[in-house]
């Protein structure tokens, strides 16, 4: 049964972009990664990422992290977060080899995504990751568990399975990452982090990092950190950079005509377009691809192997359109996205500014159109 969704105010969509595109290099503080107390080889797989200029939560993150203080990151999406803690535990563990990471994450796509991440970072490095996600192979994953890899990165349910199984114990991990804790919540997974905090040492280094800290989410903080630094650079909920609208649509008018005349006009060339429901979005695609739009769908019927596919051919710029449900909303980083299109529209303000989080990354100019009936 499709539960209620209460209807936003049209007017919470509706948002003139500052219009001034300011690279991530500018925006940050300036402090070089270079300056930072972390090993040569560290540094400079950084540079060879691209990276010389530390975002401001890198800036202020990995210096608290390196020196061993738990930490409560508070940040949007596209903040820079990622690297701020993968960084500090990578040098941690280069370090000391004994030192073990567990990350735990909401989804899926953001698992595989910060397993690329660490890969580019820890090259030559001689640290191990593992992504442990549901929707692919366990056995591959318990072989990998079996080499006790330095990182480990997974979703709540996977993680459980396998502790059930006897091939993950959490007593070896003095390093631990809740991230995206609010979309955790969300979706219903406070339980199995209460549990996944239970089976941990207490003496351990903590670090959580939320885009918002409510009730519930505090109920979690309590029994996770010890004496924090609370890190905060969440300034608003929508970045200035991302020009936000409605597309009001006539009775009379198919909405999919709508949608086609927008794809059409130039500067439409790497869209995301979210919906409510699985196969509302897998009819849309399919439509879409029959009118000869380059498009694919990623949602929950979806196998993890179609999902990759679809996410890398999306983010190679060899596909137009990629349509999505909200579990897709967080945690993707893809380069250059021009246009957010809310199809259907948000269930909660929440999941409107992490869908609009998808564009404008990085300081540039992004847009954001929202369906109205």
């Not at 006009?265 to 979210?274: A, E, R, Y």
């Not at 429901?277 to 000869?292: D, N, P, Q, S």
């Amino acid at each position: 049964m499709q539960k209620h969704v209460k209807k936003l105010d049209p007017n919470l969509f509706i948002k003139k972009a500052n219009g001034v595109s300011v690279p991530i290099e500018q925006s940050a503080s300036g402090m070089h990664f270079s300056e930072y107390n972390i090993m040569d080889k560290l540094k400079r797989n950084i540079t060879d990422h691209g990276y010389s200029v530390s975002t401001a939560i890198q800036e202020k993150a990995i210096p608290e992290i390196v020196s061993g203080r738990d930490i409560i990151g508070i940040a949007n999406t596209g903040t820079g977060k990622t690297a701020a803690f993968l960084i500090s535990l990578i040098n941690k563990s280069y370090i000391d080899r004994n030192q073990r990471v567990l990350i735990v994450v909401p989804t899926r796509e953001l698992a595989l995504q910060i397993a690329d991440e660490f890969r580019m970072f820890a090259k030559g490095m001689e640290l191990a990751a593992v992504a442990t996600v549901g929707g692919t192979n366990i056995k591959r994953q318990t072989y990998a568990l079996r080499h006790k890899p330095h990182f480990v990165i997974g979703t709540p349910g996977r993680l459980k399975d396998l502790i059930g199984r006897g091939e993950l114990n959490l007593m070896l991990f003095q390093n631990v990452v809740l991230d995206e804790v609010d979309r955790m919540v969300d979706i219903g997974f406070i339980k199995d982090i209460k549990y996944l905090i239970s089976l941990l040492p207490k003496n351990r280094q903590s670090l959580f990092f939320s885009a918002t800290v409510d009730g519930k989410t505090q109920d979690i903080l309590r029994s996770f950190v010890t004496n924090p630094v609370t890190v905060s650079v969440k300034q608003q909920d929508t970045a200035e950079n991302i020009e936000q609208d409605i597309v009001r649509l006539s009775g009379n008018r198919p909405k999919i005509d709508v949608l086609h005349d927008l794809l059409i006009q130039p500067g439409f060339d790497k869209v995301l377009v979210f919906g409510r429901t699985k196969w509302g979005m897998e009819k849309l695609m399919r439509a879409l691809v029959e009118r000869g739009f380059k498009a694919a769908a990623i949602h929950g019927n979806k196998s993890q192997n179609q999902r990759q596919r679809a996410l890398l051919e999306f983010k190679e710029d060899r596909l137009q359109v990629l349509i999505a449900t909200d579990v897709a909303s967080r945690g993707l980083d893809i380069e250059d996205v021009t246009h957010v299109i809310s199809y259907d529209a948000p269930a909660s303000y929440d999941d409107y500014v992490h869908r609009i989080g998808r564009t404008g990354r990085a300081g540039k100019k992004g847009t954001a159109l929202t369906f109205v009936e």
